[in-house]
């Protein structure tokens, strides 16, 4: 910019001294305007920025532009998302460059492509937006339908190495193609063809084709208008069980992430309570790896909210390996979780009393930064001293040294500080009556 100013300044000069002067300075002074003049122009064309080609394989078969969303097709081809859901929609079912027909309609992502052009993007400062989110990504053709189709019937023989193949696809699709779940819910029979391998008695030596039947399970119940449909059928709730307590901890997992995605509705989790859910998920819970710790634990509190079901969570040993796992400091945001649900019942109360749950409580509230959990664990403690007076006196005994409890009144939530009053009163109660004992 400073030397086109700078230009400019002596064409201006050079065109007042063509103007002002006689003919012979006026001439010396018209070639240095000239001269003025095409360094400008020069400048001018270099500031330019004319277009920039993209590659061939970057730009989109359809929109003949930069893709912004690439997808594969079932091809192998790669397309811009938006470009390649609309020519699905108009009722195309081959592929636009190869002419192939689609076994499928499932776009899955092109991470690689993405990677590589957006490299390119920042390396020629150009902005590409970010993927589109469409929610109809996937459209369900009568091709994804009879494939579907023709799966379950595979599922349905007993020729157990392409009843393999058959659950490996299945899972598969039902993952990649949200829209496809929702097709078993126009098929009375579909879950039980899925799951008929699971009956024949012989799965336990086939755990790959377990995990791959009780992923897809997963997988179709994910879709709302599936969760009451796969929970009410008979066989379902008894195979996840079942597969909850002998199958791979992949399967274990699987099952217990399936059981609270179903317990998203009420009537669900009384279904599943009733079939004896609790103690493989405690199970789970106790010995297995974090992650499938974690599934369990969601479905065990989402299956305590109902009020039938908390009894049957006690009985089966929920409160004893929660209290050991939050004594080691494992997945402590969740277990309090639950044992703040679960405090409502009698029998949880007294039980987190004889495991000495006061002082762990008490500990996590001085040690824990999380608001939620001191909310958690003073409204046990709360419940605790309502239900058992003698646990007020463990309280005082901490109370007197440390004031826990009288610091998360002054500085804890609103609900914190309500339970941490409500049981500084009754210790002032409980200390009057000490005294005048």
């Known amino acids: 910019m400073a030397k086109i100013s700078e230009l400019k300044r002596e064409l201006q000069r050079a065109v007042n001294c063509v103007i002002e002067e006689d003919d012979d300075d006026s001439l010396e002074a018209t070639d240095q305007a000239m001269q003025c003049l095409c360094a400008l122009k020069d400048l001018k064309l270099k500031s330019l920025s004319l277009p920039i080609t993209p590659p061939h394989e970057f730009v989109c078969p359809l929109s003949k532009q930069l893709i912004k969303d690439p997808v594969v097709l079932a091809s192998g081809q790669t397309y811009d998302r938006p470009f390649i859901q609309k020519w699905l929609k108009d009722g195309n079912r081959t592929c636009p460059e190869t002419k192939q027909v689609l076994s499928h309609s499932a776009l899955t992502p092109n991470h690689l492509v993405r990677k590589m052009i957006s490299q ?12 589109s989110h469409d929610e109809d990504q996937d459209i369900v053709t009568n091709a994804d339908r009879d494939r579907l189709n023709s799966l379950l ?12 193949k058959a659950a490996k696809e299945v899972r598969v699709l039902t993952k990649q193609m949200p829209s496809l779940r929702a097709v078993f819910g126009e098929c009375s029979d579909a879950v039980n063809k899925l799951l008929s391998p699971l009956l024949s008695g012989n799965v336990n030596s086939h755990p790959d084709l377990q995990e791959d039947l009780i992923t897809t399970v ?13 929970a009410e059928n008979p066989i379902v709730i008894p195979l996840l069980i079942e597969s909850l307590k002998f199958g791979t901890l992949e399967t274990r997992r699987n099952s217990a992430a399936t059981l609270f995605t179903l317990s998203a509705l009420d009537s669900n989790k009384d279904i599943i309570g009733k079939a004896g859910a609790f103690k493989p998920l405690v199970e789970l ?6 992650l499938a710790m974690k599934d369990a634990a969601s479905a065990i509190f989402n299956l305590s909210i109902v009020h039938e079901n908390k009894g049957k969570a006690v009985s089966e040993g929920t409160i004893k390996v929660i209290m050991k796992k939050i004594e080691d400091r494992i ?3 969740e277990l309090l979780a639950i044992l703040a649900l679960l405090s409502t019942h009698h029998k949880a109360i007294e039980e987190m009393g004889e495991l000495g749950a006061v002082f762990c409580l008490l500990s996590i509230i001085k040690e824990d930064t999380s608001d939620r959990n001191k909310e958690n664990c003073i409204a046990i403690l709360y419940t605790m001293c309502y239900n058992d007076r003698t646990k007020l006196k463990e309280i005082w005994i901490d109370e007197s040294t440390n004031g826990t409890i009288a ?4 500085s804890g939530t609103s609900r914190a500080k309500r339970k941490a009053n409500g049981i500084i009163e009754r210790l002032d109660r409980y200390l009057s009556l000490v005294h005048t004992a």
């Open 120 to 131: 390119w993007c920042l390396k020629h400062k150009i902005e590409l937006p970010g993927p």
């Open 153 to 164: 019937e595979t599922l349905s023989s007993s020729n157990v190495p392409e009843q393999k």
């Open 218 to 230: 997963l997988n179709i119940s994910i879709h709302d208008s599936n969760k009451k449909l796969v």
């Open 285 to 290: 819970l106790d010995d297995g790896q974090p």
């Open 331 to 333: 997945l402590i945001d």
């Open 407 to 410: 610091n998360l009144a002054q």
